[in-house]
């Protein structure tokens, strides 16, 4: 009568002090993931993995472009926020780049002194609403009140319609 292990014959038998070392023994990524097999398949591996990061281009990280000069802008903007140049950098990033996208710079466009730069923050915050749920702080929400009340009938207008969507 077999208990059918005979196949297991030909394989050395481990001591449990080895089963346990192997336990205990961190996985390496290799163990956990099947590489391609052959240099054949390690270049097309290669290959599809090259074509899949051009695809994605400057993207990758939030780049608006390959230099990353988008970041630098928005990061020019930040730093001048408080300051006389706050304007000039958002001029800056708005003649370079258009509304901004991102939640934080639009934010901070908001408290720009021209029309045009409010209306950009404006803009931006609107399109990020339009593409999904905006998350809108109680400050934004003050900021936007506020604004409503503005002077200009054309950034008193957009405040209203974003207060009202959010």
């Not at 990280?61 to 140049?85: K, M, N």
């Not at 021209?114 to 905006?134: D, F, K, S, T, Y």
């Amino acid at each position: 009568m077999t208990d059918g292990r005979d196949d297991d014959s030909d394989r050395p038998k481990l001591s449990w002090s080895e089963i346990d070392k192997r336990r205990d023994k961190p996985r390496t990524r290799e163990d956990r993931e099947r590489r391609p097999r052959g240099a054949a398949a390690e270049a097309r591996s290669q290959a599809a993995t090259q074509q899949y990061l051009k695809k994605l281009g400057g993207s990758l990280f939030g780049r608006e472009g390959a230099s990353g000069r988008g970041e630098a802008l928005a990061r020019a903007v930040g730093d001048a926020q408080g300051t006389p140049g706050f304007t000039g950098a958002c001029r800056a990033y708005l003649d370079a780049l258009g509304a901004p996208k991102d939640a934080s710079l639009c934010a901070r466009f908001l408290d720009a002194c021209e029309p045009e730069l409010v209306l950009a923050g404006l803009a931006g915050l609107e399109a990020l609403r339009a593409g999904g749920p905006l998350a809108a702080s109680p400050g934004l929400r003050a900021r936007l009140r506020s604004l409503a009340d503005d002077a200009n009938d054309e950034v008193a207008t957009a405040a209203e319609a974003l207060l009202r969507a959010i």
